[in-house]
């Protein structure tokens, strides 16, 4: 199955940037719903961004549009978050999950549609 490695987070300014990386082993299927999720303390998780390996549309969260950007990079297995002007309000621990997805087509922003996790990475941005 397959496995996940979440690293890239950690404390910065607001306005900063970070990039988070996960890199993911023992594919087993072609193609993947594959993207990043964030729960800060006392809330629940939330999708970010998360798009379809095969290509196509990508999802992001209304609140990070325009400062978060998703891509992958197949020949190292990994996929990456950039994310810009950044706020404390994205302060949080974030998760990398995928799912295999044999037919292309959007890629859902929800929790319960993935059963493959990173351990995550902690995001902590001050004002």
């Known amino acids: 199955q397959v496995q996940l490695v979440d690293s890239g987070g950690g404390s910065v300014q607001a306005g900063g940037s970070l990039r988070l990386s996960c890199v993911a082993s023992e594919w087993t299927y072609s193609t993947y719903c594959m993207g990043w999720f964030r729960q800060a303390p006392g809330k629940e998780r939330e999708g970010v961004a998360v798009?379809?390996?095969?290509?196509?549309?990508?999802y992001y969260a209304d609140s990070v549009k325009g400062r978060f950007t998703i891509s992958q990079d197949n020949a190292k297995s990994t996929l990456y978050l950039q994310m810009n002007s950044l706020k404390p309000e994205d302060t949080a621990m974030y998760y990398c999950a995928a799912e295999p997805r044999l037919v292309p087509g959007t890629c859902p922003p929800r929790i319960y549609e993935y059963n493959y996790w990173g351990q995550g990475t902690q995001v902590t941005v001050s004002s």
């Open positions: 798009h379809y390996t095969g290509g196509g549309s990508t």
